[in-house]
C-alpha cells in the first residue's frame, strides 16, 4: 500500500518561510513524478509545484519565484516556501501516480497570518 506522510506545516507571519517535506512508502516503483497541491478553503485544489524524475519542475503562477521543490531522495520531496502571504494558508497535499493511479497524502495545514 502506498503511503505518502506530509510533514512541516503550520502558522507563521506574512514574509515568513516554512519547508514541507513528503516522503512515500510502500511504493513497487520509484515515483516518477512528485507534486505539491494545495486547496484552500472554498476553493478548488490547485498544483503549486511539480518536480519530474530528471529534474523538470514546473510551479502554479502564483508562486512568482518564492518557492522551490526539491527531490531529496527517490522516495522523498521538500517544498521550500519563502516570503509567505496570507492567500497562501492551504492545506497542502502531496501528489504521485502510478499511471492512472493517483496517491495522495492527508495533507499539512498551512496558514500564514499575523
Known amino acids: 500500500q502506498v503511503q505518502l506522510v506530509e510533514s512541516g506545516g503550520g502558522l507563521v507571519q506574512p514574509g515568513g518561510s516554512l519547508r514541507l517535506s513528503c516522503v512515500a512508502s510502500?511504493?513497487?516503483?520509484?515515483?516518477?513524478?512528485m507534486r505539491w497541491y494545495r486547496q484552500a478553503p472554498g476553493k478548488d485544489r490547485e498544483l503549486v509545484a511539480q518536480?519530474?524524475?530528471?529534474?523538470?519542475i514546473n510551479y502554479g503562477e502564483f508562486v512568482r519565484g518564492r518557492f522551490t521543490i526539491s527531490r531529496v531522495d527517490k522516495n522523498t520531496v521538500a517544498l521550500q516556501m519563502d516570503d509567505l502571504k496570507p492567500e497562501d494558508t492551504a492545506v497542502y497535499y502531496c501528489?504521485?501516480?502510478?499511471?492512472?493511479?493517483?496517491?495522495w497524502g492527508q495533507g499539512t495545514q498551512v496558514t500564514v497570518s499575523s
Open positions: 518536480h519530474i524524475s530528471g529534474g523538470s
Open positions: 501528489h504521485t501516480n502510478w499511471g492512472a493511479t493517483e496517491y
Open positions: 510502500g511504493a513497487p516503483f520509484v515515483p516518477y513524478a
